[in-house]
């Protein structure tokens, strides 16, 4: 624990963290949206790039981009598919669902024994709850034998959603 | 709002790989052959719309030293409305869904610092008197997101 905080607090310093707390809900949709930022805070526009780049190159920042909203893009369905798969060949088999242009984020996860043996989750999206479905069919197929059970999960409800806050 | 040819080619191709240097747009126009102020014109006009969520980074929690998580409890269909408020309280439940399952509530947590994940689960489980599923990821297949529309 102690070496993931020192490398959290070597990892970006406060100009950094003001640079994400100007930028966090966007940068301006501007001609020289950088040189904005850099106004903004008192600080030079090289400077800034640099360290956006720098946290680029570090996955502070994930990317920078356009946003798609799902749900308006007709994308109304999602499902959590969650699989029991080989611990040994997790590695292997996570990069090969991630790589599937219906899945937006695929991890790990700890299992819960007996009752929650799924460790592999897979968040897919699809026009309809059919459409879910059928891409999760693939995705069984995809993994073959080395799928030893699994369970798509739809929600029911947003019970809460707040954007992200530091 | 119906989606045109350049709008789909400007949400397909701009997810990612924003240019970070004095003139960002430069670059985007001669990829994208559109001029800049129509691309910038178009990303307005789908953000007022809906079409987009937003423009500009997306940063990653954890590597700016918070502590983030998935976690599921089983509420009992009786309680269920309770529990829901007592889990929306914390300020570090970020998103919380009900989900179709035995474990039916799903929510993620997010804290100014790692350590504070197993104290905020403790003092959810006293408050429910349930037993919470921590869920960490511990690896992440994580690749280009790639929505074609």
Request: glycine content about 8%; cysteine-free; hydrophobic content about 40%.
């Given at each position: 624990m102690l070496a993931v905080k020192q490398q959290a607090e070597t990892i970006?310093?406060?100009?950094?963290?003001?640079?994400?707390?100007?930028?966090?809900?966007?940068?301006?949709?501007?001609?020289?949206?950088?040189?904005?930022?850099?106004?903004?805070?008192?600080?030079?526009?090289?400077?800034?790039?640099?360290?956006?780049?720098?946290?680029?190159?570090?996955?502070?920042?994930?990317?920078?981009?356009?946003?798609?909203?799902?749900?308006?893009?007709?994308?109304?369905?999602?499902?959590?598919?969650?699989?029991?798969?080989?611990?040994?060949?997790?590695?292997?088999?996570?990069?090969?669902?991630?790589?599937?242009?219906f899945v937006s984020h695929c991890y790990q996860r700890p299992r819960f024994l007996p009752e929650w043996p799924y460790n592999l989750f897979a968040m897919v999206h699809g026009k309809t709850r059919d459409e879910v479905l059928e891409k999760v069919e693939k995705i069984a197929t995809l993994l073959g034998d080395d799928n030893r059970g699994h369970l798509v999960l739809f929600s029911t409800r947003i019970l809460k959603k707040t954007g992200l806050r530091i | 709002m119906i989606l045109t040819t350049h709008d789909r080619t400007i949400i397909n191709h701009l997810q990612g790989g924003f240019p970070t240097c004095e003139d960002p747009w430069d670059e985007l126009a001669t990829i994208l052959n559109l001029p800049i102020d129509e691309i910038i014109c178009r990303i307005d006009r789908l953000q007022e719309h809906g079409m987009l969520s937003r423009f500009g980074p997306i940063y990653n929690a954890e590597r700016m030293g918070g502590g983030l998580t998935l976690a599921a409890i089983e509420v009992p269909e009786t309680r269920y409305d309770e529990v829901t408020d007592i889990v929306n309280s914390f300020d570090e439940v970020a998103h919380n869904y009900a989900r179709d399952h035995k474990l039916n509530m799903w929510f993620v947590l997010a804290t100014e610092r790692p350590e504070q994940i197993t104290s905020v689960i403790d003092e959810i489980e006293q408050q429910t008197g349930l037993q919470v599923y921590n869920m960490p990821k511990q690896e992440e297949y994580f690749l280009q997101l790639k929505f074609e529309v």
């Open positions: 970006i310093d406060a100009i950094d963290r003001k640079i994400i707390a100007a930028t966090q809900h966007g940068l301006p949709l501007t001609r020289n949206p950088y040189h904005e930022i850099a106004a903004q805070l008192g600080l030079d526009v090289q400077d800034v790039i640099t360290r956006m780049q720098l946290m680029l190159d570090k996955g502070v920042i994930r990317r920078i981009g356009v946003v798609p909203n799902h749900y308006k893009l007709g994308f109304k369905a999602n499902g959590m598919s969650v699989w029991n798969v080989p611990e040994e060949k997790i590695s292997q088999l996570g990069q090969l669902i991630g790589a599937q242009d | -």
